[in-house]
């Protein structure tokens, strides 16, 4: 049981590069999320799918695109990375509707650098 | 501002030895109090979930605490282990329209033999 799989797990960009992150969980579960996570700051939430085909801001969207591609994965995609995008990126997903009412359960992280 | 804060900022203890970790937190209106492990190089791992009515809550070694009325919390470690080193995350979570996480920076924990 993989619970919930991020890939790639590093990559360094040059300032103005896109890419997307991958994120995939096999625990059936209704809502996903993704977080940064930055040296001396808590997680902050950059967007999130509450279910199957929706999807809503976070506290720190700007930047940031994602696709709930179907039930299973949600992906993030940066158009035009940014040295301020430096950060570690986490998916997770929940059983229920919103991040504060279900156990959070995360992926291992993705380390992004923009040079 | 609703903020969480936790103290202290890194801790290193000795392997067998007990620990708090305390969290204190402003958030308004409040919902429910989490507790995470987050070993370096990968993501948060729950340990408990507290809503209000809730004073203590156990997993394990780990024991957290809650007290609503003065907003504070800790998480106590009992006889530490070397896999006890890692960061500590506090969360609280907005009640009523937001529906937000609000995540401490977390206390760094080194269990050393």
């Known amino acids: 049981n993989a619970g919930v799989t991020q890939t790639p797990k590093f990559q360094v960009l040059k300032t103005g590069q896109s890419m997307t992150l991958q994120c995939a969980q096999d625990?059936?579960?209704?809502?996903m999320y993704w977080y940064r996570q930055d040296p001396g700051m808590g997680l902050r939430l950059i967007y999130y799918?509450?279910?199957?085909?929706?999807?809503d801001k976070g506290e720190v969207p700007n930047g940031y695109n994602v696709s709930r591609l179907n039930k299973r994965e949600f992906s993030l995609r940066l158009e035009s990375a940014a040295p301020s995008q430096t950060s570690v990126y986490f998916c997770?997903?929940?059983?229920?509707?919103?991040?504060?009412?279900?156990?959070?359960?995360f992926g291992e992280g993705s380390r992004l650098t923009v040079l | 501002k609703n903020q969480v804060e936790q103290s202290p900022q890194s801790l290193i203890i000795l392997e067998g030895k007990n620990c708090t970790l305390q969290?204190?937190?402003?958030?308004?209106?409040?919902?429910?109090l989490r507790w995470y492990k987050q070993d370096t190089g990968r993501g948060p791992v729950s340990l408990t979930i507290m809503t209000f009515s809730e004073n203590t809550k156990s997993n394990g070694r780990y024991t957290a605490t809650l007290d609503a009325d003065t907003k504070q919390s800790s998480l106590h470690i009992t006889a530490s282990q070397l896999s006890d080193s890692a960061s500590y995350i506090c969360v609280v979570s907005e009640g009523g329209a937001t529906n937000k996480l609000i995540f401490g920076t977390g206390t760094l924990l080194a269990v050393q033999p």
């Open positions: 799918s509450a279910s199957e085909g929706t999807t």
């Open positions: 997770a997903s929940s059983a229920r509707g919103t991040e504060n009412t279900g156990e959070l359960f």
């Open positions: 625990m059936n579960h209704n809502s």
């Open positions: 969290c204190n937190y402003t958030v308004s209106p409040f919902s429910n």
